[in-house]
């Protein structure tokens, strides 16, 4: 499913999603449909029903920050209905607002009625999807309690809880049981004397493990309101460049997104922060590597976002003596993903606190880095340097750096294939498609952990006064350098190796992590223009963006996720790298495909897109299993202008 099937109201790490008459039906699938916040389902059922029977569309849903849609009581094509429903909904602080301008068509008609449908079944997200798991829920209390004004849906689990209330002005008529739990708000609505009734709707979704619930917006135009302030503090004192139009205002629809796509996090002191989420519907929660890839391609415009991630991830970082029961969870480790829904609370799901990540942890350093360059202050390295040198030591113990020579991963239980970007089990491949097995090395986070080393030999020099840990940082760059270039490099193809598996022999496949390796400054120079070159050739680019996989290879599939498809965040990175080589026309290629492709898209980019050549495919074919929204997609134009020199 995508967004032209389902449409999508974000704010605030809460997210609807909504049919073509404003409905919510539950169900299961790419997009489920509901109100949903902090990983549960608030809201499954939303049915309306004028005088008895489902609506007449006759204008379908459509907007973006408001909902809107136009509904009519059911009549035959000789008898035009008495009434005309207007609809709009928003969301806006856990809270959905559902307006309904009821326009009487004729000068006398009788009252119509309206009967609302409702239901909350409190799903954890990871029950949805498509992936036909069930998970044993015991000892679950449901409850539903009739308020004066609405109604109150309850769930408990053990110390996991969760509630929705639902209020309307005016109060219903009546609150109806319907046999299965749902229950049945009715209201039988006379217009005044201009023919016309207003009906609002309120849904507020009450986490039981979130901080005190905001006060629901008043009505539409307050959540939309509300929803307009955040985006506008978001965009303050961003300058976006002229030269540059396309990539602009590409640029300027993703920042709308990413103020939108924010969760709440707290600090290393429990101060409340504001971070990226890293995209709907499947993962409106904190992302370490997601995060952190998304504040560095927004830090030369905004680094809020930056100073929050990077506390955000110190207050989660794995410290002490490890837990046997957590293996992933090694000491220094940045944190790959943070849920708070019930199979998580209940350890049924590995995400409560995951740490599945090989490359969170350099990308954390490197974000400290690159914020105190950019910035020039001082205060939040010193404030993180505990944090700051266990990542270190997590690379070089537990990672592999000093042991194994690499930073380097194998599967865990329950959790991901690979701790590498490309998570999914075929995605570290040879170019025959053959798939290693045991510990494997990537490559693109070896480039990571090369950045990450330098940049905090200069804090410690700069910031900390340790000139002995600089130095080592340093050695162990340089030593990661030499072993990289030696290791890794296939000659006969002049390409790094996608990766080495655990006898050290390369993994052939031709993949795009070779640009992560420009943009973290690993290979040679002359290397490096080699690799850049051969980015742009016709296998790698399609004419919409650099493939994960070199088509022609017998591993490529135009829709394969980590095989063939084009992400946005991975050209973010390849265009930077190209420009910090010097390769300049082709960072401005892959700079224009994606400005083209957006302008094609209604302003955003396909947070994944078919790896079909341009000359087949006008118009970038989204990926069938991608995101609706995601931040890292959503910052990729800001990264684009920066690799171009917009900035």
């Given amino acids: 499913m995508t967004e032209r099937d389902h449409h999508l109201l974000v704010h605030g790490g809460a997210f609807a999603a909504l049919g073509d008459e404003g409905e919510a039906l539950g169900g299961r699938g790419a997009v489920p449909q509901g109100l949903f916040v902090r990983d549960a389902r608030h809201l499954s059922r939303w049915q309306l029903a004028l005088d008895g029977a489902g609506p007449d569309v006759l204008v379908p849903a459509s907007g973006e920050g408001t909902l809107r849609c136009v509904l009519a009581p059911r009549s035959g094509p000789g008898e035009p209905p008495a009434y005309t429903v207007f609809r709009e909904q928003a969301v806006s602080d856990g809270s959905l607002v559902d307006q309904l301008r009821v326009v009487r068509n004729t000068a006398t008609a009788a009252p119509l009625t309206i009967a609302l449908t409702v239901d909350a079944d409190f799903a954890d997200l990871f029950e949805l999807r498509s992936d036909h798991r069930t998970y044993v829920k015991a000892a679950l209390q449901r409850t539903r309690e009739v308020l004066p004004d609405g109604v109150e849906f309850g769930y408990r689990r053990g110390g996991w809880s969760a509630r929705t209330r639902i209020t309307a002005d005016p109060v219903p008529d009546a609150v109806e049981e319907t046999g299965t ?88 002191d429990g101060e409340a922060l504001l971070v990226p989420g890293a995209g709907v519907p499947w993962y409106a929660a904190l992302f370490g590597r997601d995060a952190l890839l998304t504040s560095l391609f927004l830090l030369p415009y905004r680094s809020a976002p930056a100073a929050a991630t990077l506390l955000a991830l110190a207050a989660t970082q794995a410290l002490g003596e490890q837990d046997p029961a957590d293996p992933a969870a090694q000491p220094g480790r940045i944190v790959h993903e943070v849920r ?77 294939a690979h701790h590498h970007w490309k998570d999914s089990p075929g ?39 340790d000139l002995v840990h600089a130095d080592l940082c340093d050695q162990a760059a340089a030593d990661l350098r030499d072993r990289f270039q030696r290791d890794f490099w296939l000659e006969p193809q002049g390409f790094p190796a996608l990766a080495l598996d655990a006898e050290g022999h390369p993994l052939d496949a031709l993949a795009s992590d070779a640009g992560h390796l420009l943009w973290s400054g690993l290979l040679d120079k002359e290397y ?90 006008p118009a970038p074919v989204p990926h069938p299993y991608a995101s609706v929204r995601e931040s890292r997609a959503a910052a990729t134009p800001l990264a684009l202008l920066t690799a171009v020199g917009g900035v």
């Fill in 340 to 416: 708070h829904g019930e199979l998580a609370h209940f350890g049924q799901v590995p995400y409560g606190r995951y740490y599945g990540s090989v490359d969170a942890t350099p990308l954390f350093l490197v974000l400290l880095g690159a914020y105190t360059e950019q910035t020039g202050d001082h205060s939040l390295a010193r404030r993180l340097e505990p944090q700051a040198r266990a990542a270190v030591g997590w690379m070089l113990d537990h990672g592999g750096l000093a042991t194994r020579g690499y930073l380097l991963h194998r599967a865990d239980e329950g959790g991901h």
């Fill in 181 to 268: 739990g749902a229950r049945r708000l009715v209201w039988t609505l006379a217009p005044d004397a201009a023919g016309e009734a207003v009906l609002t709707l309120r849904v507020q979704a009450r986490p039981g493990d979130a901080p005190a619930p905001r006060t629901a917006p008043a009505t539409v135009a307050d959540a939309v309101a509300r929803r307009a302030r955040t985006v506008e503090e978001y965009r303050a004192g961003v300058r976006l460049p002229a030269s540059e139009p396309a990539l602009a205002a590409a640029a300027d629809r993703g920042l709308t997104d990413l103020a939108l796509l924010q969760v709440e996090a707290a600090g290393p």
């Fill in 427 to 465: 995605a570290l491949c040879r170019a025959d498609g053959s798939r290693p097995g045991g510990a494997v090395t990537p490559a693109g986070a070896q480039g990571y952990a090369y950045d990450a080393l330098r940049r905090t030999a200069q804090l410690a020099r700069g910031v900390w006064g």
């Fill in 528 to 617: 490096g223009a080699a690799v850049g070159r051969r980015l742009l050739e016709p296998d790698f680019f399609s004419g919409w963006g650099v493939r994960t996989l070199a088509a022609g290879q017998p591993a490529y599939h135009p829709l394969g996720y980590h095989r063939g498809a084009v992400w946005p965040h991975d050209n973010a990175l390849v265009a930077l790298g190209l420009a910090r080589y010097g390769l300049h026309d082709e960072a401005r290629r892959v700079a224009t495909a994606f400005a083209q492709a957006a302008a094609l898209t209604g302003g955003g980019l396909p947070t994944v897109a078919a790896g079909y050549d341009r000359a087949d495919s």
